[in-house]
């Protein structure tokens, strides 16, 4: 596949370095000469020091026979702009990651799809749902719907109280009529991808894959029924993710953003029109503000400024100060490693974020949604199986899945169901299917429709 990314920046050097891995044609255009040396180290691609919103240049760089353009710049219109150019060359799809919430709409899409521009990726939105679906449920580390609720993952970690799962290997912790699976295990610093003679250990972050209904089943079988239930949140920093994360908060949840700089808190008076959003100007570091400002009766806590070492240090703090939820932006994937062993709750990663949208556009297959999960090495991923393809041929047993790669569930005609060995995927539902990263790319081949017919040649 060819793709050009446009903006060697922080969302467009991780893209690169993630597709590069992958045998792809890349080329990473920036007019900035000292990006792309720093973004292209040690990396299997091309680079550019061209302007991106420049014609002669596109063409250049091989646009009009691009699989996909990436425009990642700080620009929100430069994005935009290059988009438009790149699908007037001949551009198969466009991405412009975009600074404005209203663009997102789902009534404003087709208006953008006019112009050139397939698909817009907003981080910091992106980034503000996960935020809430975690501190609207204290008690887990991820929380991900599928196809609108009909399957539900669960990131928990796994402490003290959740003995009754420790000795056990998962096929008789989640035997073929169990309400939950274990799809995922991230382990120290290793990704497991399980299977039935694993175990579970103190210290796991163990993802569950269940229905809304057992959602009670497994938070008794964790331990966690004594963590308190969110309704007041502090946030320290008032940049966008925390403007967008206050937008998105339930009614019965009050916020207050403690902000440093005082120009930024008069915007944000102005951008939170909401009686339960309060600003405060003040350094969230600062224990006794905070302290002043009822941490101590707050249950859960948001560091979002820019600044990954302060977010970190911060969650600590409130981690002491008794705080059990506490979020942290991590934007330096360096220290994501680091930010876990600490233990200081959930993490957020923009970049993580983008790039599994993105992955979503690159597949041959039909893919509903994807997820990088932030702290481990592994996607999460709903596919639409089609007819004809493999997925449909044979049980999941006999399908031949590559060690790495398990189908924790399927949606069929709207229902939510668990799969097990005997489970035969049909055309039209939809599939959950969880990967190592490094073994993403070999789904397609299960899930494409074979270019030969039904009886094409499974490779």
Not at 112 to 129: D, R, T, V
Not at 139 to 166: C, D, F, Q, S, T
Not at 329 to 336: A, D, F, M, S
Request: aromatic share 6%; charged share 25%; proline share 3%.
């Amino acid at each position: 596949m060819k793709i050009i990314i446009a903006g060697a920046g922080a969302v467009g050097s991780h893209l690169a370095a993630l597709l590069s891995k992958e045998n792809h044609d890349i080329v990473l255009l920036d007019d900035d000469a000292d990006k792309l040396a720093q973004a292209s180290e040690g990396l299997d691609l091309m680079t550019m020091a061209i302007p991106p919103t420049s014609i002669n240049g596109l063409k250049e760089a091989g646009t009009p026979q691009a699989d996909l353009f990436i425009a990642v710049t700080p620009s929100e219109t430069r994005n935009m702009t290059c988009c438009i150019l790149a699908h007037s060359l001949g551009a198969k799809k466009t991405v412009a990651r975009i600074d404005n919430g209203e663009y997102v709409e789902e009534r404003n899409m087709e208006f953008f799809q006019k112009m050139g521009i397939g698909s817009l990726i907003y981080p910091e939105l992106l980034a503000a749902q996960e935020i809430v679906a975690g501190v609207r449920r204290s008690w887990v580390r991820m929380w991900w719907e599928v196809h609108n609720g009909a399957l539900i993952i669960l990131g928990i970690k796994l402490r003290e109280e959740a003995v009754a799962l420790y000795g056990k290997q998962l096929k008789d912790l989640c035997p073929p009529d169990s309400p939950y699976h274990i799809v995922a295990i991230k382990r120290d610093e290793a990704t497991i991808i399980p299977g039935g003679f694993d175990e579970l250990k103190l210290g796991d972050i163990a993802y569950f894959m269940t229905t809304k209904k057992y959602v009670p089943t497994i938070r008794r079988l964790v331990g966690k029924e004594s963590y308190a239930d969110v309704k007041r949140l502090m946030i320290m920093g008032g940049g966008r993710i925390a403007v967008q994360t206050c937008h998105l908060l339930p009614d019965y949840m009050e916020a207050k953003i403690i902000e440093r700089d005082l120009n930024r808190c008069h915007q944000l008076g102005d951008l939170l029109d909401n009686d339960d959003v309060m600003v405060i100007n003040g350094d969230g570091r600062d224990m006794d503000l905070l302290t002043e400002e009822g941490i101590r009766q707050t249950q859960a806590f948001c560091a979002l400024t820019a600044d990954t070492e302060e977010n970190i240090l911060a969650c600590l703090a409130a981690k002491r100060m008794g705080i059990r939820k506490t979020v942290a932006l991590v934007e330096n994937t360096e220290y994501i490693t680091m930010a876990e062993k600490l233990d200081i709750g959930t993490i957020i990663n923009k970049k993580a974020i983008a790039a599994g949208h993105i992955y979503q556009m690159m597949l041959a297959a039909d893919v509903a949604s994807v997820k990088s999960l932030t702290i481990a090495d592994a996607d999460v991923a709903e596919f639409l199986a089609v007819e004809g393809s493999y997925v449909t041929r044979h049980p999941v047993m006999k399908l031949g899945l590559p060690k790495g790669i398990t189908i924790g569930g399927i949606v069929r005609d709207g229902v939510g169901q668990l799969v097990n060995g005997h489970t035969q995927i049909l055309p039209s539902d939809h599939v959950v299917v969880f990967s190592r990263t490094a073994l993403f790319k070999e789904l397609d081949r299960f899930f494409e429709k074979p270019q030969g017919g039904l009886f094409g040649i499974f490779h």
